[in-house]
């Protein structure tokens, strides 16, 4: 593919090379960019590649992250994975520091990243995915690790093939995948799904205390007590959100959960049916048509957005 190609030449021409991602990073875009970073280093020796952002403490067994306070950034390039806007990408302030910039991204489009980058843009199943197919493409040499993240990153975002963008594609790439390099599949799911017993707990106390609408929209509100009782992180909800997926009578499903070091109520949010992203952008969030999310600064805004999401719900049922 001709971008895959233009993608390449730009790697081949810096030596500095920075791989940024979303905020909040999950196993997909933690999978995309230490899966880019190690292809970068095992195909082209003698260029230092520096993979950025924090990184929760269960997923640092995908990799470690790096330092780039004294990269001269002007004459490095920047890689994005997996982020469709600017505001989201974490550690980057202004992607036009960087000598040049190439997206690689699956969430629907909503800016470039400068007048002049390369943005390889597919709804794909995950941002993985596309750095495995351009691996392919530009016939890269794969690791182990490599491959454990590029699947790690398919699994998480697809939840093991169920959600939609899971296409024949995506089927034939982990076939691939699995054929090249042999890994060892069913071993990487303990550290990736393994959980505590309070987690457990909590997600019990979330099943008991959930709220249905009038239109079948689920939602509950976690303050800081109730995270702090359970004694689990604030992030431990988001981490649950897929699970009801298939429950009839839920058609969207919210989660807030109240993170007082950020000052922010995370809302995870996802549908059954009805586009949700346009409301999660209303409030500064956004995502996929069926799942988004967003970061309110107050319950009032929390009230609003159940309503508005209330009332895609109500349109849809009545089609
Ligand atoms: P999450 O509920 O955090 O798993 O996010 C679901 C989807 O929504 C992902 O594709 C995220 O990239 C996107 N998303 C989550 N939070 C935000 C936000 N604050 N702003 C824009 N997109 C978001």
Redesign the pocket.
Known sequence: MKLFKEILKQIKKYDNIVIAR???A?PDALGSQFALKELIEVNFKNKKVYAVGSIASRFKFMGNTDKIDDLDKAQSLLIVV????I??IEDIDNPNDFASVIKIDH?PFIEKFSVDSIEYIEEASSASQLVFKFALDCKLKLTKKIAENIYIGIIGDTDRFLHDYTTNETFELVTKLLNMTNIEFTKLYEPLYNRPLSEIKFQGYIYQNLTLTDNNVAYIKITDDIIKKFDVDSAAA?NM?NELKFVSGILIWVFFSEDPKMKII?????SHGPII?EV??KY?????IY?????LTSWIDAENLINDLNEVAKEYNSK
């Open positions: 979303h905020i909040g999950d997996d982020t469709p806007d505001k989201r969430h988001g959100i995370k809302a995870n949010i996802r992203n999660a952008m500064g969030g956004g995502g996929h799942a988004s999310g967003a970061r």
